[in-house]
């Protein structure tokens, strides 16, 4: 089955910035949405940001214009560059992929595939 591989997290200062990586470990077919997802502390699941195979990006509110999500195809790996990092975006950033598992008729059938996590802590 496919996997997908988180990287980039770590411990950074407010105003900081990294890069997340999520790296599948094989090229995903009929595609719906590619996603990243975070979970802070006793805080629900939630969309940060999404990409669809022809570019369109949508960003949860709090990090527009800081988060930028981008996909490197050729290397099956989806990027997340975060910028003037704040302590509220502490979280588990987990990788996520939608896709269509088959058509029938009208009928779309969707999976769904998960990344590890990584950990991003935004403190001083």
């Known amino acids: 089955q496919v996997q997908l591989v988180e990287s980039g997290g770590g411990l950074v200062q407010p105003g900081g910035s990294l890069r997340l990586a999520c790296e599948a470990s094989?090229?995903?077919?009929?595609?719906?949405?590619m996603d990243w997802y975070r979970q802070g502390p006793g805080t629900e699941r939630e969309l940060v940001a999404s990409?669809?195979?022809?570019?369109?990006?949508n960003y949860a509110f709090s990090v527009r214009g800081r988060f930028t999500i981008s996909r490197d195809d050729p290397k099956n790996t989806l990027y997340l560059q975060m910028n003037n990092l704040k302590p509220e975006d502490t979280a588990v950033y987990y990788c996520?992929?939608?896709?269509?598992?088959?058509?029938?008729?009208?009928?779309?059938?969707?999976?769904?595939?998960w990344g590890q996590g990584t950990q991003v802590t935004v403190s001083s």
């Open positions: 996520h992929v939608d896709y269509t598992r088959a058509t029938k008729g009208w009928t779309r059938y969707k999976g769904e595939y």
């Open positions: 094989e090229r995903i077919f009929n595609i719906n949405t």
């Open positions: 990409i669809t195979p022809g570019g369109t990006t």
